[in-house]
């Protein structure tokens, strides 16, 4: 079908130089394709199902990394956590559209885009740059 979604590509720019925080990214991409695999497959209870695991992980993630910005003394934490948590919210509004059946695929899909794009390299970027610059120093 010519307007089955298309899965995301690791690109090294996704990389921040922090493995274990590397790996659930790469992770996360694996589930975020998965996803995009149902939503083409288009079978509703598998969607919701896929989401429902991406969701889980995205918590689990978020709760790793603040964690980790905690443990490290990150100053930018609290900026971090509120995105984290906007993030969130927005994954539910996703949820709930799921649930009725009225799901926006493509909007889903800039949403995600966005996330790993935007979130990813530009501000898990800073604790990132935050954790390697102090072991630079010492
Ligand atoms: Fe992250
Ligand atoms: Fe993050």
């Known amino acids: ?5 298309k899965p995301f590509e690791w690109t090294e720019s996704l990389t921040l130089g922090v493995s274990s925080m ?13 996803l995009v695999d149902e939503l083409n497959k288009g079978e509703p209870s598998n969607i919701k199902k896929q989401f429902d695991t991406l969701c889980q992980f995205v918590v689990k993630h978020f709760s790793d990394e603040e964690n980790l910005m905690q443990s490290e003394g990150f100053p ?27 799901l926006d695929k493509n909007g889903l899909m800039s949403f995600l885009t966005m996330w790993l794009k935007s979130h990813i ?18």
């Open 1 to 5: 079908m010519s307007d089955n979604l």
């Open 22 to 34: 590397d790996q659930q990214h790469h992770q996360l991409v694996d589930l975020i394709n998965k």
């Open 76 to 102: 930018g934490i609290e900026t971090h956590k509120v995105i984290h948590k906007q993030l969130l919210e927005k994954v539910g509004t996703f949820a709930s559209s799921i649930e009725n059946g009225n």
């Open 121 to 138: 390299m530009g501000i898990d970027k800073k604790y990132s740059e935050h954790i390697n610059g102090k072991k630079g120093a010492a």
